[in-house]
């Protein structure tokens, strides 16, 4: 999996709603494709995604063979503290891939 | 004398305005509000994926070669380039479109061996480098050895082609905005390759959308590199001329 682009805020007041909105490259591979010679192309899809804010999982989210190449996710969540916002991916093959992003909340 | 040459003063400023951008309809008018929502936001724009890993490998070295950046310095010098390709190599006695003048780099210069058209690394330097023209108009040289390339370019544009025995013009000119199923039939501006298409979920360069085209119509089409398609190339640059670039556009 390659790097993500990630756009969160630098800083937010304590209370307020922000969003996070993340975007991943992956070829996010059905499993119901043929190749030029007629075998079945292995599914290979992103399966899981889970983000943690200071340490509290606040957002997760299933994957399924319909979702199109390199997903797009968009959620919102309250600032609560200063804290790290970390987020993985994990795909078929078990890789993972982490990001993170400190927010500073004022 | 005063009197007569206002009227001819006015006609000619007509006739300069007449084939203006504001006439010209970018495809991205003919996309829907999703899909233009897309590209006017860079964190959901999908070909920005591509742009940072464009930005990655203009700093990074090939084993045995400089870097772009040793050449060229920041990524950011290369405003304006992609406004104005292709253009005429007078060195080389041909026309070059950006990939082509990417792979003569990475020969000559970087000795790394040439990329596909549509390879991966291709699309993320093109689009690194077309991102920094985002804004400007597209307006290449049509004077000089350009206007032969261009003018063979607006000749296949107008021929009849493949077992349909359709040309460019039927479709992008004369039948531009009506319906070919239920989409919308855009002009056929290249004014913001490459382009992210959600139907191929990649970024995909004009050659790739023009073969789509071939294809349609079932003719035979080109490969990348043929001069059949640097022509093509050539003249929908020179049809478009003051449209801005969209690079990395996204497209239905």
Known sequence: ?106 | MRAAALPVLVLVLLLHALPAAAQKRSGYQDAGPQVRAMQDDDAANPGFLWVEQGRAAWQASPPGGPACAACHGEIAAMRGVAARYPAFDPARGVALDLTRRINICRTERQSARPLASEANEMLALTAAIGVESRGMSHRIATDGAMAAVIARGAALFNTRLGQLNLSCAQCHEERAGARLGGAVIPEGHANAYPEYRLEWQTLGSLPRRIRACLTGVRAEPWPAEAPEMLALEAYLAARGEGLAIETPGVRP
């Not at chain 1, 996070?20 to 490259?25: E, K, M, N, S, V």
């Not at chain 1, 075998?39 to 200071?54: K, L, V």
């Not at chain 1, 078929?92 to 927010?103: M, P, R, V, W």
């Open chain 1, 1 to 106: 999996m390659a790097r993500p682009l990630v756009s969160i805020p630098k800083s937010v007041r304590r209370g307020d709603i922000f969003d996070i909105r993340i975007l991943i490259a992956h070829p996010m591979e059905s499993g119901q494709r043929r190749d030029d010679s007629g075998r079945a192309i292995p599914r290979e899809i992103i399966n899981r995604f889970i983000c943690t804010y200071g340490g509290e999982e606040v957002f997760r989210a299933e994957f399924f063979p319909a979702i199109a190449a390199n997903p797009f996710l968009t959620f919102s969540v309250r600032a609560v503290e200063t804290g790290m916002i970390v987020m993985t991916w994990t795909d078929d093959l078990g890789a993972s891939q982490f990001e993170s992003a400190e927010i500073i909340v004022t």
